[in-house]
């Protein structure tokens, strides 16, 4: 397969990989790339080190690594090997951004829940601090999310504490110790009409005032929205069964 891009199968039929691109994946030198970021033995720290110097150790420690596990033969036929580097603190903030985005888009697609909400700093250094490991990186990250930002909203939700256009603001309480939700507005923001339907209630709201044009009801109610304000929310805990299998 790595020498002439084809691979046989059990019954002699052969399959032609000349068009594709095949990677191979392993963990190797995973342990002694934990010892290099979390500092191991010593004075100097990783903090203090260089980051193209702790850049460097990580990579010549995972070649080293593989050039031990496997043969010369195997190595030479590689075209590449690519070293992936632990993840920094700037990328866990943009993959949890990510994550809460998605999140926001799932609460737009419902059909009675559209809401927004926002999460403060504090929040979301919350959120990376449970959710991200300098061993497992942010596999456990929408865990988290899930476990703190989704299943308070489905209970706020289903509760009917939360209603369309309305603005939640999630922040951490540090006297608490755990996230709270405000209700920063209501009604602030509605859902925008398609515009083949807007065109249809200007044209019914003009017949209906003798010919004169008539604002859509969503733009009346966005310029008469109040002020917004803060509301405290309290989500329901979860279920015992949702609680066993979290544990």
Same mark, same amino acid.
């Given at each position: 397969?790595?020498?002439?891009?084809?691979?046989?199968?059990?019954?002699?039929?052969?399959?032609?990989?000349?068009?594709?691109?095949?990677?191979? /994946?392993?963990?190797?030198?995973?342990?002694?790339? /934990?010892?290099?970021?979390?500092?191991?033995?010593?004075? $100097?720290?990783? $903090?203090?080190? *260089?980051?193209?110097?702790?850049?460097?150790?990580?990579?010549?420690?995972?070649? !080293?690594?593989?050039?031990?596990?496997?043969?010369?033969?195997?190595?030479?036929?590689?075209?590449?090997?690519? $070293?992936?580097?632990?993840?920094?603190? $700037?990328?866990? !903030?943009?993959?949890?951004?990510?994550?809460?985005?998605?999140?926001?888009?799932?609460?737009?697609? /419902?059909?009675?829940?559209?809401?927004?909400?926002?999460? /403060?700093?504090?929040?979301?250094?919350?959120?990376?601090?449970?959710?991200?490991?300098?061993?497992?990186?942010?596999?456990?990250?929408?865990?988290?999310?899930?476990?703190?930002?989704?299943?308070?909203?489905?209970?706020?939700?289903?509760?009917?504490?939360?209603? @369309?256009?309305?603005?939640?603001?999630?922040?951490?309480?540090?006297?608490?110790?755990? @996230?709270?939700?405000?209700?920063?507005?209501?009604?602030?923001?509605?859902?925008?009409?398609? *515009?083949?339907?807007?065109?249809?209630?200007?044209?019914?709201?003009?017949?209906?005032?003798?010919?004169?044009?008539?604002?859509?009801?969503?733009?009346?109610?966005?310029? !008469?929205?109040?002020?917004?304000?803060?509301? *405290?929310?309290?989500?329901?805990?979860?279920?015992?069964?949702?609680?066993?299998? !979290?544990?």
């Amino acid at each position: 397969m790595l020498d002439k891009a084809t691979l046989t199968l059990g019954d002699n039929r052969r399959v032609d990989l000349s068009q594709v691109v095949i990677f191979m /994946t392993s963990n190797l030198g995973g342990g002694e790339i /934990t010892e290099l970021m979390s500092g191991g033995m010593g004075f $100097v720290q990783p $903090v203090d080190k *260089p980051a193209d110097t702790l850049d460097g150790k990580v990579t010549r420690t995972a070649q !080293e690594a593989a050039r031990r596990k496997f043969s010369p033969e195997f190595m030479n036929r590689l075209d590449k090997v690519v $070293v992936f580097h632990p993840l920094r603190p $700037v990328q866990l !903030e943009q993959i949890l951004e990510i994550e809460l985005s998605m999140v926001q888009r799932r609460v737009l697609d /419902t059909a009675k829940g559209q809401f927004l909400f926002r999460v /403060t700093p504090t929040a979301r250094n919350f959120l990376l601090r449970e959710g991200t490991d300098l061993k497992y990186g942010a596999r456990h990250l929408k865990r988290a999310i899930e476990r703190h930002i989704v299943y308070p909203l489905a209970n706020l939700l289903a509760t009917s504490q939360v209603h @369309l256009g309305d603005l939640l603001c999630i922040d951490w309480d540090e006297r608490e110790q755990r @996230l709270v939700f405000d209700k920063e507005g209501e009604g602030a923001v509605l859902p925008v009409a398609p *515009p083949a339907a807007a065109a249809a209630a200007g044209a019914q709201s003009a017949k209906a005032t003798g010919g004169k044009p008539a604002e859509a009801p969503p733009a009346i109610a966005a310029r !008469e929205a109040k002020a917004p304000i803060t509301v *405290p929310l309290s989500p329901l805990p979860a279920p015992a069964s949702r609680r066993k299998n !979290e544990s």
